[in-house]
T-cell receptor, first 113, second 112 residues
Framework: DVKVTQSSRYLVKRTGEKVFLECVQDMDHENMFWYRQDPGLGLRLIYF???????EKGDIPEGYSVSREKKERFSLILESASTNQTSMYLC????????????FGPGTRLTVL | GEDVEQSLFLSVREGDSSVINCTYT??????LYWYKQEPGAGLQLLTY?????DMKQDQRLTVLLNKKDKHLSLRIADTQTGDSAIYFC????????????FGKGTRLHILP
């Protein structure tokens, strides 16, 4: 009964590497989100997408980009990973109706060495 | 101040009621959510309320909304050890294109 999946649970990369985090949802939702979660800072929105090929910056987009080529898939890209991007990354999806549940993926814990 | 604020920690004895509070700054709220995150797990939606409601009850959970004061609370009756988690308040703001803004989370600690 998995609804939102993320490509990796744990990832270790080196500074300067290009990193792709993939998220797939099977609920035909229009809206998808990428957050990062850091101790004491809660969840912070990086980017979101409300339709295929559409994207909007969230609160902390610097150092990240995204891609939404298909409705079910939303990718987060770190062009050149840095140590301050070590974090837990959470993907979520939401239908077009605001009152519906926002489903979260299990998270990817990324460590940048 | 922050768009959505909540205290970082709450300690409650088993069997007592827990009340987790949340305040927000923008009056254009539409939907307001409470999420629970247990250690090593993702976020789980507990309940939500639409901004034209002032109360919603679901078993042991009661959500109260005071829109005038921009204050949302979650009450957990008869708190159990399984309620130990981080609780996130989240608010969708119409003035921010319905983006959902999260608080930093309140860690609920259950005393035996």
């Amino acid at each position: 009964d998995v609804k939102v999946t993320q490509s990796s649970r744990y990832l270790v990369k080196r500074t300067g590497e290009k990193v792709f985090l993939e998220c797939v949802q099977d609920m035909d939702h229009e809206n998808m989100f990428w957050y990062r979660q850091d101790p004491g800072l809660g969840l912070r929105l990086i980017y979101f997408s409300y339709d295929v090929k559409m994207k909007e910056k969230g609160d902390i987009p610097e150092g990240y980009s995204v891609s939404r080529e298909k409705k079910e898939r939303f990718s987060l890209i770190l062009e050149s990973a840095s140590t301050n991007q070590t974090s837990m990354y959470l993907c979520a999806s939401l239908s077009g109706q605001g009152g519906d549940e926002q489903f979260f993926g299990p998270g990817t814990r990324l460590t940048v060495l | 101040g922050e768009d959505v604020e909540q205290s970082l920690f709450l300690s409650v004895r088993e069997g007592d009621s827990s009340v987790i509070n949340c305040t927000y700054t923008d009056s254009s709220s539409t939907y307001l959510y409470w999420y629970k995150q247990e250690p090593g797990a993702g976020l789980q939606l507990l309940t939500y309320i639409f901004s034209n409601m002032d109360m919603k009850q679901d078993q042991r959970l009661t959500v109260l909304l005071n829109k005038k004061d921009k204050h949302l609370s979650l009450r957990i009756a008869d708190t159990q050890t399984g309620d130990s988690a981080i609780y996130f308040c989240a608010v969708a703001f119409m003035n921010r294109d319905d983006k959902i803004i999260f608080g930093k989370g309140t860690r609920l600690h259950i005393l035996p």
